[in-house]
């Protein structure tokens, strides 16, 4: 069982320009320290997940991480951090500012991690970087902004930019939210709860592949329950914090830094991936990467194919091995 803990951040600067006295960082982890004999932790391997997750969306990821696994526990001492923005660490819901808690991008949520490594966990290197979807963005920027920190990045389901109908979707999700009435202009004493459930369901539209919606669920009242479940679960979600998560996304582009990347990459897609497919995402990824490797997998499942990781455990294993 992960256990959360807790740091905090003072006088965090954002891209902005604005600044926080202090900020608070959720994080967890799984494996064995390896402490070298300056005292820092030389084994560790940073975890970052998607745009709807956390801490402990690693979990997502046991086929993989564990002792004895592609991702061996028992070698490396895996920590996964909740971003900036999403609840857990701070945002505009959890520190209670709302609309003056400070518009951060993706760079922001990587100086954050960057910082809890460095000045709160004694780490001044990593073996590497893994991270998923929105956690790909962090990974790139990771390789971009210091890339002599990690030895090999490894982003998953993802892209170098947000554009076309990725955008879109981010887009509307937002004009959801703020069109509603009881948004207030992100003054709210209620969380919207209504706007909160119409765009979760809006994003649950790219979750599978369009074979995955028409087969595994058997009729269109199965599959339409389905979508009213995920929107009352999405009701959780602070309205301000899924506006200030799709700025950051929207404002995505690391197109022209990725001839920065020094780090042995790994680039990992599914097919079937609606959200972030092939052609469009990872293989124009893989090929603005210099020396980087591709893999891709079959999954009905589609963007949340990632699931399905174990089939690219024999990958993943040789491309550890040579690091």
């Known amino acids: 069982m992960l256990n959360p803990q807790y740091e905090k951040i003072t006088n965090f600067e954002f891209a902005s320009g604005d600044i926080l006295p202090e900020i608070e960082i959720e994080y967890a982890a799984r494996g064995k320290k390896k402490i070298d004999k300056k005292g820092h ?9 998607g745009w709807s997750g956390d801490y402990s969306s690693i979990d997502r990821l046991k086929d993989i991480i564990g002792s004895g696994k592609a991702i061996d526990t028992d070698k490396y001492y895996v920590i996964s951090t909740t971003a900036l923005g999403s609840p857990g660490s701070s945002s505009p819901s959890t520190t209670k500012i709302g609309v003056k808690f400070p518009q951060y991008t993706i760079k922001d949520m990587v100086n954050a991690q960057y910082r809890l490594l460095n000045e709160n966990l004694n780490v001044k290197e990593l073996r590497g970087v893994i991270g998923t979807s929105m956690g790909g963005f962090l990974t790139l920027t990771w390789a971009t902004e210091y890339p002599d920190f990690m030895d090999f990045i490894m982003p998953i389901v993802t892209g170098f930019d947000t554009k076309g109908r990725n955008f879109a979707i981010f ?3 937002n004009l ?18 209504n706007a909160v459930e119409n765009a979760s369901m809006l ?22 329950s389905n979508l009213i479940e ?8 602070d309205a301000n914090d899924i506006l200030w998560r799709n700025h950051a996304a929207n404002s995505f582009n690391i197109k022209d830094d990725l001839i920065k990347i020094e780090a042995k990459t790994l680039i990992i897609g ?4 609606q959200l972030f497919p092939p052609e469009t995402d990872t293989i124009p990824l893989h090929r603005a990467i210099k020396s980087s490797q591709l893999f891709l997998y079959d999954s009905n499942q589609g963007h949340l194919g990632i699931n399905e990781l174990i089939k690219a455990e024999k990958v993943i294993k040789e491309f550890l091995s040579r690091i």
């Not at 932790?41 to 970052?48: G, S």
């Not at 994003?203 to 339409?224: C, G, H, Q, R, V």
């Not at 995920?230 to 979600?237: A, D």
């Open 41 to 49: 932790i030389d084994n560790v391997i940073l975890f970052l997940h």
């Open 171 to 173: 887009s509307l999700m």
């Open 176 to 193: 959801l939210i703020q069109r509603d009435p009881d948004y207030k202009n992100g003054k709210y004493e209620s969380n919207p709860r």
């Open 203 to 224: 994003l649950y539209l790219f979750a599978f592949s369009p074979d995955y919606y028409k087969k595994e669920f058997e009729t269109n009242d199965i599959l339409y």
């Open 230 to 237: 995920r929107g009352i679960e999405g009701q959780r979600k």
């Open 270 to 273: 599914v097919k079937q991936d």
